[in-house]
């Protein structure tokens, strides 16, 4: 399995040897605008090479299974809904599985709201205004609209 990296807004990113885990930084920045998936060998001070891929998403993503509903929003108003699954969360957005294939009903751009318990001891539930970004078979990626800067969802969830 290849190692994530995770760039940096400065344009570097830090790197654990896997020989004899020191971390050192290394200017990516040259890597940014690409549109495709970067992998790249390293070296560790210590001489050891390593294959990386670099991650170049603003938060980290963590992957889930998280039951949830969806209601598609048209005009203000409820159009759609449906159950869902959220295989995967960040602090700005998610990607859900859609029960049964319906996709079709959804376009990109479109505004949804979302809702979903999460797995800690209080099994919280979130809800969440989103757009989607992408859509792909049964998932969608949706991008969360804010509307304050603290969410309870992502003060202790997603600590690592």
């Known amino acids: 399995m290849i190692e994530k990296v995770y760039m940096e807004n400065n344009g570097s990113a830090v790197f ?62 409820k159009n759609n809904m449906g159950i869902m699954t959220v295989k995967d969360l960040s602090k700005d957005g998610l990607k859900a599985e859609i029960n049964g294939n319906s996709t079709f009903i959804f376009n990109i751009s479109d505004m949804l709201l979302l809702k979903f318990w999460l797995d800690d001891k209080r099994k919280s539930l979130i809800e969440k205004n989103a757009v989607i970004k992408n859509l792909k078979s049964n998932y969608i990626c949706s991008k969360f609209c804010f509307q304050n800067d603290y969410d309870k969802a992502f003060g202790f969830y997603l600590t690592i």
Request: aromatic fraction near 10%; hydrophobic fraction near 30%.
């Open 16 to 77: 654990k040897c896997l020989k004899c885990g020191k971390f050192w930084p290394m200017k990516v920045s040259k890597y940014e605008s690409l549109d495709r998936k970067v992998i790249i060998r390293c070296k560790c001070p210590c001489g050891h090479s390593q294959t990386v891929l670099l991650e170049r998403r603003q938060w980290f993503r963590k992957a889930t299974n998280l039951p949830g509903q969806y209601i598609q929003l048209v005009s203000g108003k």
